[in-house]
């Protein structure tokens, strides 16, 4: 979002026109903002890097569409993602599908599609290998024992966690390796979200390392996704470059000392669309109690749930009172329950009616949106070389009947 001469704009257009179009609350994404992302991705690597977007963060047909048309590829982790990505142009081959305990037709699906699958548990290996082994090659997700990310529930590579096939399971792997004859194509690790530190994916690099030799047919190497993006100003963000430098080094190396070659793969999520996205909300009241000033929206934790569910910051800007004085409120939300957006924030000061935009709405938004109190879905629009497109209607209380019949009782 830029302000220039009082006003904000998302990709050349005014927050205020957008919102007289499309009303409130809306998602609004701004498509140069995840070209630069994947621009700026793409350079930090000195060696051909596999950009697979995690379709999960922001799963929109026409986002998907737009991220393939520059280059990305793609992550699922459900077989419906892995539909929603076919139907989007990207071709199997392109198509990375790494769930955790969906049922195991869905992997046998995908790999009849012709997408890559990654297992992440010996029973589903060994049956994978025993009905397709011998014509499909999969990969293996690893859980590395690293502790890292940020909040606990996006923390999923330690050894408690239920995500990939612990380091002490890899004897059993390459047993069913042999016995069946299966190709293992590929290795993968994907420690959580929220992930600052580069020396987290130089440990994956060890590790990449010191298995690789037992697995001669590996022929990629992909280090999952987590990278932390800025959710406040002076917020510490992995650094893409020092990242890029690193990982480059380390897979030449690997490449070399093991005489192998090798490709390099990511799956961004977070880092592709987070800072793209804004939720764009309307105060409803500003209510004063002896204890503070809330300032009510008209949405809430069912369309953004990031702060109730991780307690995760979201910068929030009132974008109708640029240079207005500031005050502190309480941003909350209109659900019935605790639901608020952000505790005692330093806003340029709230009146009923004005537009507050609360950021890095792109990633894990309207994903993870419901209909909790009835509340319909809100529309998405994608902003594209100045124009702004309609991408998801909001929805409408049809659209909550739908699928329940009427029932005579
Ligand atoms: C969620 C997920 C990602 C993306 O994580 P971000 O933190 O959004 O970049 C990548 N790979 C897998 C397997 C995931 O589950």
């Not at 090798?262 to 977070?270: C, S």
């Amino acid at each position: 979002m830029e302000i220039k001469n009082q006003q904000a704009y998302v990709g050349g257009i005014p927050v205020q026109e957008l919102v007289q179009r499309f009303g409130t609350p809306l998602y609004v994404y701004d498509g140069q903002a995840m070209v630069q992302q994947l621009e700026q991705l793409r350079a930090a690597f000195a060696v051909p890097l596999r950009i697979k977007y995690a379709v999960k963060a922001l799963p929109n047909i026409t986002v998907l569409k737009w991220l393939r048309r520059h280059g990305a590829e793609a992550d699922a982790v459900s077989i419906q993602e892995v539909q929603l990505a076919l139907r989007a142009g990207f071709r199997p081959d392109e198509i990375m599908f790494s769930p955790n305990c969906a049922p195991f037709y869905e992997l046998a699906e995908a790999a009849q599609l012709g997408v890559q699958v990654n297992i992440d548990n010996l029973p589903f290996l060994e049956r994978f290998a025993e009905q397709l082994g011998r014509s499909v090659p999969c990969s293996i997700r690893i859980n590395p024992h690293i502790r890292a990310g940020g909040h606990e529930k996006i923390s999923v590579g330690h050894s408690d966690s239920k995500f990939g096939i612990p380091l002490q399971q890899l004897e059993d792997v390459k047993k069913i390796v042999g016995r069946f004859n299966l190709t293992i194509n590929g290795l993968h690790i994907h420690t959580g979200s929220d992930i600052a530190e580069v020396r987290v994916y130089e440990q994956m690099a060890d590790i990449f390392f010191s298995v690789i030799d037992d697995f001669k047919q590996v022929r990629f190497l992909d280090f999952g996704s987590g990278f932390k993006v800025p959710y406040r100003k002076d917020d510490k963000a992995l650094s893409i470059h020092k990242l890029g430098a690193t990982l480059s080094r380390r897979l030449a190396e690997i490449s070399l000392q093991k005489n192998r070659r090798l490709e390099l793969w990511v799956e961004p999520g977070k880092f592709l669309v987070s800072g793209a996205g804004w939720l764009l909300a309307t105060c409803t009241v500003v209510k004063e109690t002896p204890s503070r000033t809330f300032a009510g929206l008209n949405t809430g934790l069912n369309h953004l749930i990031r702060p109730m569910m991780y307690g995760a910051y979201h910068d929030i800007v009132n974008v109708s009172n640029i240079s207005g004085p500031q005050r502190t409120y309480t941003v909350v939300g209109y659900i019935c329950e605790t639901d608020t957006f952000g505790e005692d924030r330093l806003l340029n000061e709230v009146r009923e009616g004005d537009i507050l935009a609360i950021c890095n709405a792109g990633a894990y938004g309207h994903a993870m949106a419901s209909n909790y109190n009835s509340r319909p879905r809100p529309a998405e629009v994608l902003v594209v070389n100045q124009k702004a497109s309609l991408v998801r209607v909001a929805e409408s209380l049809d659209d909550l009947l739908d699928g329940q019949p009427e029932v005579d009782l």
